[in-house]
């Protein structure tokens, strides 16, 4: 990505601003952020509503200063946690500046989903900007009847067609969020690229291993606490538990003579090393919290409720 991407400003100004990502699951939210940050702040796999909560994420440069707000997917809530996962987009939505709205342009059939219909409803007075995303994977003559009823249903809203994991059009998307960002001073100090703490972002990657490596719906049932992180001379020890519903779900997570959580934890470790940038010894087990998705003290345990 380029410094200024074209973008032209006043002499002696500076921008900052709240830019909240939002789109339904698997639209390319965290690998956009992750893009435009040059680091790994969003955890990415390929299955939907891997995210569940807002991840800030710190962009600064000397002329401007950008906070994305990553959300979760936009989803109708069937229990409890969803729910919350949904409060998160409400309160980035509310905060946010620029709404930047992520389109799956490979999911689009005919029609905007009617989750992304109705969102529109709720962000009338917001500065909204829309990307196509994925673009290289469809045929560019479809991206005109998108490109069409978007316009129709968000009015005045920027729409660049982009492809997050790719690249392509990025820059173009960065200039023109850049241009929409307010005039203020940085709210950050320029070393600090997240305002989430390390045990967040471990507890994530572990989550991420999880996710690469499970099938099906169990990553879906399954959290992770840390239980310990301690600092050590050249070592980080972290014992942290994977959260599972029920009492089928822990021999799947273990595996046959644990081969499947040394899975998980190597994973998991390796990532944790590249983020921490030191070695670590990463220590994984498996506690039942019976329906942990649908109750608060549970959410709270995993850090989903805050109080």
Same mark, same amino acid.
């Given at each position: 990505?380029?410094?200024?991407?074209?973008?032209q400003?006043?002499v002696?100004?500076?921008?900052?601003?709240?830019?909240?990502i939002?789109?339904?699951?698997?639209?390319?939210?965290?690998?956009?952020?992750?893009?435009?940050?040059?680091?790994k702040?969003?955890?990415?796999?390929?299955?939907?509503?891997?995210?569940?909560?807002?991840?800030t994420?710190?962009?600064?440069?000397?002329?401007?200063?950008?906070?994305?707000?990553?959300?979760?997917?936009?989803?109708?809530p069937?229990?409890?946690?969803?729910?919350?996962?949904?409060?998160?987009?409400?309160?980035a939505? #509310?905060?946010? /500046?620029?709404? &930047? +709205? $992520?389109?799956?342009?490979? !999911?689009?059939? *005919?029609?905007?989903?009617? %989750?992304?219909?109705?969102?529109?409803?709720?962000?009338?007075k917001?500065?909204?900007?829309?990307?196509?995303?994925?673009? #290289?994977?469809? /045929?560019?003559? &479809? +991206? $005109?009847?998108m490109?069409? !009823?978007?316009? *129709?249903?968000?009015?005045? %809203?920027?729409?660049?067609?982009?492809?997050?994991?790719?690249?392509e059009?990025?820059?173009?998307?960065?200039?023109?969020?850049?241009?929409?960002?307010?005039?203020?001073?940085?709210?950050?100090?320029?070393?600090?690229?997240?305002?989430?703490?390390?045990?967040?972002?471990?507890?994530?990657?572990?989550?991420?291993?999880?996710f690469?490596?499970?099938?099906?719906?169990?990553?879906?049932?399954?959290?992770?606490?840390?239980?310990?992180?301690?600092?050590?001379?050249?070592?980080?020890?972290i014992?942290?538990?994977i959260?599972?519903?029920?009492?089928?779900?822990k021999?799947?997570?273990?595996?046959?003579?644990?081969?499947?959580i040394?899975?998980?934890?190597?994973?998991?470790?390796?990532?944790?090393?590249?983020?921490?940038?030191r070695r670590?010894?990463?220590d994984?087990?498996?506690?039942?919290?019976?329906?942990?998705?649908?109750?608060?003290?549970?959410l709270?345990?995993?850090?989903?409720?805050?109080?």
């Amino acid at each position: 990505m380029n410094e200024h991407n074209g973008y032209q400003k006043r002499v002696g100004t500076h921008k900052c601003g709240f830019v909240a990502i939002v789109g339904l699951p698997n639209a390319g939210k965290s690998t956009l952020v992750n893009r435009y940050l040059q680091e790994k702040v969003s955890i990415v796999t390929p299955k939907p509503q891997t995210t569940r909560s807002n991840v800030t994420s710190i962009l600064s440069r000397h002329d401007y200063q950008i906070i994305f707000i990553d959300t979760p997917g936009i989803l109708k809530p069937r229990y409890r946690m969803q729910e919350v996962m949904a409060s998160f987009i409400s309160t980035a939505v #509310d905060e946010a /500046d620029i709404i &930047l +709205l $992520l389109i799956d342009a490979l !999911q689009y059939k *005919d029609n905007l989903h009617p %989750a992304i219909e109705s969102f529109a409803g709720k962000v009338r007075k917001k500065q909204i900007i829309i990307a196509l995303n994925k673009i #290289d994977l469809i /045929d560019k003559n &479809l +991206l $005109l009847p998108m490109i069409t !009823q978007a316009n *129709d249903v968000f009015g005045t %809203a920027e729409i660049i067609p982009v492809s997050a994991s790719e690249g392509e059009n990025t820059d173009e998307l960065f200039s023109v969020i850049l241009s929409a960002l307010p005039e203020g001073p940085k709210l950050y100090p320029d070393d600090i690229i997240s305002d989430e703490p390390e045990r967040f972002f471990v507890a994530e990657l572990i989550r991420e291993a999880i996710f690469l490596t499970m099938e099906e719906e169990i990553p879906y049932a399954t959290a992770v606490v840390i239980d310990t992180f301690e600092d050590r001379e050249d070592l980080s020890v972290i014992h942290a538990s994977i959260l599972v519903e029920k009492n089928s779900q822990k021999p799947i997570i273990i595996g046959k003579g644990g081969r499947t959580i040394r899975d998980i934890g190597t994973k998991a470790r390796l990532g944790i090393e590249e983020f921490l940038e030191r070695r670590v010894f990463l220590d994984l087990h498996v506690k039942i919290r019976k329906d942990w998705r649908k109750k608060d003290v549970f959410l709270r345990e995993i850090g989903l409720l805050r109080r």
